[in-house]
């Protein structure tokens, strides 16, 4: 007999996805993140950024879940990224760097607040709209990219430079929230890339 989770993904992956933020919410209370030292950050994101990025493709209940769900909740995930108000606030109470801190906090807060005006516009279906969608996700692209490499050179020249993105609440964004958001704009791209895009509503 099939379990409602079988029988549709999408109640499977909201429950997979909370039981990934609780266990970043223990790891990061536990200290252990904060004790490692470079590389080990870095490798621990691009570990979990590869897994999330593969489940989308060989996972049968996320890959159905993954091309199925509204566009614009995923784009939705991208208005987390107003977190870079507050790398402004930590670089101001000299806890960030601002090679780090000021671009990426201006980035981000650029990315998010495009992505809300494009989630007001409305779903990719007009040829218009897919292009805007497209444009955003490669500009998305490039800043969270940017954003970890700097992480990491900066991490790797200073460890401590960077130990605020050890310790929560930012902990949670190598060990869930950056991993999701790449792996997001890796899917969008897939998306629009395809013959068609579903939004429903």
């Known amino acids: 007999m099939r379990t409602d989770s079988e029988a549709d993904p999408s109640k499977a992956v909201p429950g997979i996805l909370a039981l990934w933020l609780v266990a970043a919410v223990a790891v990061g209370a536990s200290g252990h993140l904060e004790a490692l030292r470079p590389p080990a950050p870095q490798l621990v994101l691009l570990a979990l ?34 977190v870079g108000a507050w790398f402004l606030a930590l670089y101001r109470r000299g806890e960030l ?14 990315v998010a607040t495009l992505a809300l005006a494009l989630l007001l516009w409305g779903p990719p279906t007009a040829p218009s709209r897919r292009r805007a969608y497209l ?48 792996a997001s704009h890796v899917l969008i791209a897939r998306r629009l890339a395809g013959p068609n895009v579903r939004s429903p509503g």
């Open 49 to 82: 950024t590869a897994a999330a990025i593969v489940a989308t493709i060989a996972v049968p209940a996320i890959r159905t879940w993954a091309w199925s769900v509204d566009l614009r909740a995923l784009v939705a995930l991208h208005l987390s990224r107003f």
């Open 97 to 110: 760097p601002y090679a780090f801190a000021v671009p990426g906090g201006w980035g981000d807060i650029l």
């Open 135 to 182: 444009v955003w996700n490669l500009l998305g692209l490039a800043d969270i990219v940017f954003v970890v490499a700097t992480a990491a050179r900066l991490g790797l020249a200073d460890p401590d430079s960077m130990g605020a993105l050890l310790r929560l609440p930012l902990s949670l964004l190598p060990t869930f929230l950056v991993p999701l958001v790449i």
